[in-house]
């Protein structure tokens, strides 16, 4: 605006939309105009209104258009053949058969029901860990079995005598689908909603997926109406919901470090010593054979599966005696985990002590990845991390170091490897581990990481961390590993002597009796 015309005070606009308002000063006049520069039918503007959450694109993340265009595509599809399936159901629970009764429609809607309940809390109880952590993965999956359940119900005709059977297999699909479904769709829009506005993208994704399910009930009844249940037209959009879903699960760029993505990670830094973004690794997730095949990532990468939380007794041998549990407590001792490889079934443990924090459990996944890498190197088992183009790299040169250091390794307990770490090398592989998680975690803090949270699959054992009551046992226990009942009272104490009550130990002299001898009992002091 020109001098002549009067001075510009402020001047703001709504969001990113051309909205601006000017509070002019007119010339030789004192009260403030208002210049309003707005399209009152701005019809993208309405538009975005409806369907957008307030503030798009700012207050969204920057993968949630490219997302939420696929999603739309595949609910689109979803709906069309959701409906021609529909179709065959009523026809098989004999909706127009002047035969069918109506309590024999009852009862087999009912046991469809039924079966769908059952089947959405075992997967609930089975599988509701793992939704979080692979929320990509269940979200094809989900929409793949719902795509399998309507294939079912398409085909109901070819099931004449099995109707009920084929229903309640089909309606328990469906129902894992809507917990699978229903619970990575709130991962994504977590992810998504930048500002606090997680009900606000909510509603708007349920207002857009709403308007898509309106238009394609239309175009389903197009269809119908004009060339009838096409098997043909139900298969090709099938094909196309898949596809959609695949890239819109794609177009995803999670933040939050979960094991695949975390192991990407720790692989391209031991490899070319540089952080990768969270876009970059994304693009190259593992989303459909994560977890299926015996070329799983992690074996793949470090040569051992990592499991966090579980339990010590799963470790129990002759070899994890008191000595070797002291010896690594001692290791551990200013660390809040404890990390113990079974090198017999290629799996490294992580212990977690009660007061871990998310930083520890990341720093131990990655010391536990760098152990399974040494382990598998000191074993001579090759990963990709010992290709010829890795060989000047520093932690490749260190694993070919310690290949011939006798130190580094102890006989192992059977199975593929033959030696295992030893003690020295679980406290140099710690000190690592320590010294380069300082500069990872800067490095993930600075390439867009989420690290106030992690979603690596963690069960709920811990180590305890304060003084325990000791619990008398019996030595038949110790020998065979047996758990034991812990008393109820736990102030009393207990000691345990020999049993002399035994009949058949009277006429043992006292000189010759040994310990397998006698049979020993508890006795309250």
């Not at 979080?132 to 359940?149: E, G, H, I």
């Not at 443990?349 to 520890?360: G, L, M, Q, R």
């Not at 035994?502 to 040994?514: F, M, Q, R, V, Y």
């Amino acid at each position: 605006m020109s001098s002549n015309e009067g001075e510009i005070l402020l001047q703001e606009k709504y969001g990113t939309s051309a909205k601006e308002r000017y509070y002019v000063k007119a010339a030789d006049q004192l009260p403030i105009v208002l210049v309003v520069n707005e399209k009152s039918r701005d019809v993208a503007g309405l538009f975005a209104k409806i369907f957008l959450p307030q503030g798009y694109p700012n207050s969204v993340s920057k993968d949630y258009i490219f997302y939420q265009i696929w999603d739309t595509a595949q609910a689109f599809c979803s709906t069309i053949t959701g409906i021609l399936a529909t179709q065959e159901v009523f026809r098989g629970v004999g909706v127009g058969d002047t035969n069918a009764s109506p309590l024999a429609a009852t009862v087999t809607w009912v046991f469809k029901d039924g079966c769908g309940h059952i089947g959405k809390i075992l997967f609930a109880y089975t599988h509701g860990t793992y939704l979080d952590a692979y929320s990509k993965k269940w979200r094809l999956y989900a929409d793949t079995l719902n795509d399998a359940a309507m294939c079912i119900e398409i085909a109901l005709p070819l099931f004449k005598n099995y109707i009920t059977f084929a229903l309640c297999v089909s309606t328990c699909m469906k129902a894992i689908v809507g917990v699978a479904g229903g619970a990575t769709r709130v991962a994504m829009t977590q992810h998504h909603a930048l500002r606090g506005n997680l009900a606000d993208v909510s509603a708007k994704d349920s207002a857009q997926e709403t308007a898509v399910n309106l238009i394609a009930s239309f175009a389903a009844l197009f269809l119908i109406s004009l060339i009838g249940n096409s098997v043909t037209i139900f298969i090709i959009l099938l094909i196309m919901h898949i596809v959609f879903n695949y890239m819109a699960v794609r177009a995803v760029c999670l933040r939050t470090l979960n094991e695949p993505r975390f192991l990407q990670v720790i692989d391209t830094y031991l490899r070319k010593e540089v952080i990768a973004n969270p876009c970059e690794i994304n693009r190259n997730e593992p989303i459909i054979f994560y977890q299926l095949g015996p070329n799983l990532l992690d074996l793949k990468i470090c040569g051992f599966h990592i499991i966090i939380g579980d339990s010590i007794s799963k470790i129990l041998n002759p070899r994890t005696n008191a000595v070797y549990i002291n010896k690594v407590k001692d290791i551990y001792n200013d660390k809040k985990y404890i990390i113990h490889p079974d090198t017999g079934n290629r799996v490294m443990y992580v212990f977690p002590k009660e007061d871990a924090s998310v930083d520890d459990m990341l720093c131990a996944y990655f010391q536990s990845v760098l152990l399974a890498i040494i382990t598998c190197a000191i074993n001579d088992h090759q990963l990709a991390i010992f290709s010829s183009n890795n060989n000047t790299k520093p932690f490749a040169q260190v694993c070919v170091t310690l290949q011939s250091a006798e130190w580094s390794r102890a006989t192992g307990s059977g199975g593929d490897f033959q030696y295992e770490p030893s003690y020295d090398l679980h406290r140099y592989v710690k000190n690592i581990a320590s010294d380069e998680w300082t500069a990872i975690r800067e490095g993930l803090l600075q390439t867009g990481w989420d690290l106030s949270k992690h979603l690596l699959i963690v069960d709920e054992w811990r180590l305890c961390s304060e003084n325990v009551t000791p619990v008398a046992i019996l030595p038949e226990e110790v020998k065979y590993n047996r758990p034991i009942a812990i008393p109820e009272t736990r102030k009393e104490s207990f000691t345990i002597e020999p049993d002399t009550s035994d009949s058949t130990l009277s006429n043992i002299p006292e000189a010759t009796k040994s310990k397998t001898d006698l049979n020993y009992r508890l006795k309250k002091e």
